[in-house]
């Protein structure tokens, strides 16, 4: 196979043919080309949507209460329902393997103020462990510890944005902060990956909040998060279960929808992952029937290779060359074009995505790029391919006749 | 060295069966010079191809050097083409983008005799043909009478028992086939069994013996005086 006379054989007739080799090796090139495009595009637009949702906890469930649609347990419609801090305790004793972190919610607004600034802000009264479901990313001092909510601390965790806008140049940490007239400490300064919004928000102590709003128990919304080795078909089940639980606690109608709202991220993943799935299968298969038409071209030039070389051929027979060598130097010789030609198509594709593919960081598609397993695989590929385009050429080539070959008529 | 009995070839044109060699029995010894002559039409070119492997018989016996040639597989041919067979063609047939050298040596390389041993041989065979100086030459750049020297090289180079030349002076003028023919004397004055297919009286009067072929049978096979093509170079 890395014989010196077979190679010198097959850049004798590329060389020759080089508009032709040229072109026919041009439509495989750019089969794979837009193959490891198509590839790598499907995995921009996985990233994007990974990257969307990515700023939360991908294993997380949140729990918000609504009001019920149909009357149960003894109880009319229309029954808001209100959930309570027991919740949170009774949850955790429910599902003592299931629960990772788990915190409540308690939304309020605040006008706050610090010196000559003000602004209005969304706050999120939560516990602890919020900042692990959320992900919240601390740049600067800290966050809510379980200190804070016991003593009802006042003490918030500002955006980004809240400390550019309310203190300017100023360095916030320990500075007090006025929210609807009463002074809180500021105590850490947090980033979100998600968008500007969600540091324009404030996060303190739950506890803290609801003594301001008249002492009361009430939470808005449960966040938690479950053990993060399930595997979605467990994820989705113990969401299930979790429903199931609140609902009966609160008596509302396993059937009713409004009820009560149980929000698993992993759902909206299935969703994506068997969308980007359906898209990658398309884009494999388009770039599939593209490359099947470069194969059928190069099978077409080594069909008329041959017919041009009918009568070498037959010399070579005469002076004994078997029809297995023949098959191999037609083999080679298109297992050659068409390898070198889809290299340069992945070369090319590949630089265009390490060039620009990192550029590219819209919400719905990032950083395009192919890994080292699409590579390998674009590469086994083009070697069947040039075999099967090879193959019949090759097996006619070895079925010429010496005679017909060589006769001069 | 070779022998051939009650040989019968035809060919199928559409409905017609065309009976070319209705039974051909010859016998050709160890360093004989042959000539085959005939008319277009005659047979002799099948006869060739049937002596080259090139082609089956339909019926009859086929022994060369001992060995029975009966249906052979593309590969069995194929080695034994390269082992008992040297051709040479009226055109040549040289392989166009190979050098001299290279030509020559291809019924080596398919001996898988190792490049450089190879080239020595094919390098030694060149000079005995005379084109030594011409070794690194394309095809394109000899002349006639130099291609079929070259073809000559090649034929001998895997050292066969039997050399099988079809028309070799066809496409030269008549002094160039002198050469040729002075050529192919000398191989067969060093022992090597030669045959040769022609239609020209003068070329057949250089070999040793002299078979008439017509309408598929042999009508004529006798010894000649040899005339030594030398006298006319």
């Known amino acids: 196979m890395f014989d010196r006379d077979v190679w010198q054989e097959i850049f004798n007739t590329l060389k020759t043919n080089k508009l032709r080799t040229f072109l026919t090796g041009f439509s495989v090139g750019w089969a794979i080309f837009i193959l490891v495009m198509l590839l790598a595009s499907v995995n921009g637009m996985q990233n994007g949507f990974v990257g969307q949702f990515n700023d939360d906890a991908t294993n997380s469930i949140f729990v918000r209460p609504g009001t019920t649609s149909k009357a149960y347990g003894g109880f009319e419609a229309g029954r808001r329902i209100q959930l309570k801090n027991d919740d949170l305790e009774y949850i955790k004793q429910s599902f003592p393997n299931d629960i990772e972190y788990i915190s409540a919610r308690y939304y309020a607004n605040a006008t706050a103020r610090y010196k000559a600034e003000t602004g209005s802000y969304s706050v999120q009264a939560t516990h602890p462990d919020h900042q692990a479901i959320e992900k919240t990313l601390v740049i600067a001092g800290r966050y809510i510890n379980e200190a804070d909510v016991v003593n009802k601390a006042k003490v918030a965790v500002i955006g980004r944005k809240v400390a550019e806008d309310l203190f300017k140049d100023e360095e916030p940490l320990g500075k007090f902060v006025e929210f609807n007239g009463l002074p809180f400490r500021v105590i850490g300064i947090f980033t979100d990956d998600g968008d500007d919004n969600a540091e324009r928000r404030i996060y303190a102590p739950v506890s803290?909040?609801?003594?301001?709003?008249?002492?009361?128990?009430?939470?808005?919304?449960?966040?938690?998060?479950?053990?993060?080795?399930?595997?979605?078909?467990?994820?989705?089940?113990?969401?299930?279960?979790?429903?199931?639980?609140?609902?009966?606690?609160?008596?509302?109608?396993?059937?009713?929808?409004?009820?009560l709202y149980v929000w698993n991220y992993a759902e909206a993943f299935d969703n994506i992952s068997s969308f980007t799935a359906v898209l990658k299968g398309i884009g494999i298969g388009v770039g599939f029937l593209i490359l099947v038409a470069g194969i059928v071209g190069i099978g077409n030039i080594m069909v008329f290779t041959i017919k041009e070389r009918t009568k070498e051929i037959g010399v070579r027979k005469a002076l004994g060359a078997r029809p297995r060598q023949i098959i191999n130097l037609v083999l080679l010789e298109s297992v050659f074009i068409t390898a070198i030609s889809g290299f340069v198509g992945l070369a090319f594709a590949w630089m265009i995505l390490a060039a620009v593919g990192p550029a590219i960081q819209t919400p719905a598609f990032s950083n395009p790029s192919v890994s080292l397993s699409v590579v390998v695989t674009a590469t086994i590929i083009l070697i069947i391919a040039g075999v099967l385009a090879g193959l019949l050429p090759a097996m006619k080539a070895a079925n010429v006749k010496p005679i017909v070959a060589l006769s001069d008529k | 060295m070779i022998e051939i009995k009650d040989l019968h070839k035809s060919y199928k044109m559409g409905s017609n069966s065309l009976h070319v060699l209705k039974g051909i029995n010859f016998k050709v010894e160890e360093g004989e010079l042959v000539a085959i002559m005939g008319s277009s039409g005659s047979g002799k070119s099948t006869l060739l191809n049937i002596l080259g492997m090139l082609d089956g018989a339909d019926s009859g016996e086929y022994t060369l050097d001992g060995v029975p040639i009966k249906n052979l597989s593309e590969t069995k041919a194929a080695q034994y083409r390269n082992k008992f067979l040297g051709f040479i063609f009226q055109s040549f047939n040289l392989i166009n983008y190979k050098s001299a050298l290279e030509n020559v040596a291809l019924p080596l390389y398919y001996q898988k005799v190792p490049r450089k041993e190879r080239q020595e041989k094919a390098m030694q065979?060149?000079?005995?043909?005379?084109?030594?100086?011409?070794?690194?030459?394309?095809?394109?750049?000899?002349?006639?009478?130099?291609?079929?020297?070259?073809?000559?090289?090649?034929?001998?180079?895997?050292?066969?028992?039997?050399?099988?030349?079809?028309?070799?002076?066809?496409?030269?003028?008549?002094?160039?086939?002198?050469?040729?023919m002075d050529l192919i004397q000398k191989i067969n004055d060093d022992g090597n069994t030669i045959l040769v297919v022609t239609h020209e009286e003068d070329i057949a009067h250089m070999c040793k013996r002299i078979v008439h072929l017509k309408d598929g049978v042999i009508v004529e096979d006798k010894k000649v005086e040899q005339v030594r093509a030398g006298q006319y170079v």
């Open chain 1, 208 to 259: 803290t909040y609801q003594r301001i709003y008249g002492n009361t128990n009430d939470i808005n919304a449960i966040a938690l998060t479950y053990n993060p080795n399930y595997d979605l078909s467990e994820a989705l089940e113990f969401s299930e279960r979790l429903e199931i639980l609140m609902k009966r606690r609160y008596k509302i109608s396993p059937e009713d929808q409004a009820g």
């Open chain 2, 125 to 180: 065979y060149l000079e005995r043909v005379g084109l030594k100086p011409w070794a690194g030459h394309l095809p394109s750049e000899l002349s006639g009478g130099q291609k079929q020297r070259v073809a000559i090289a090649r034929a001998m180079a895997a050292e066969p028992k039997v050399l099988l030349a079809d028309e070799p002076t066809g496409a030269l003028d008549s002094k160039t086939s002198y050469e040729v």
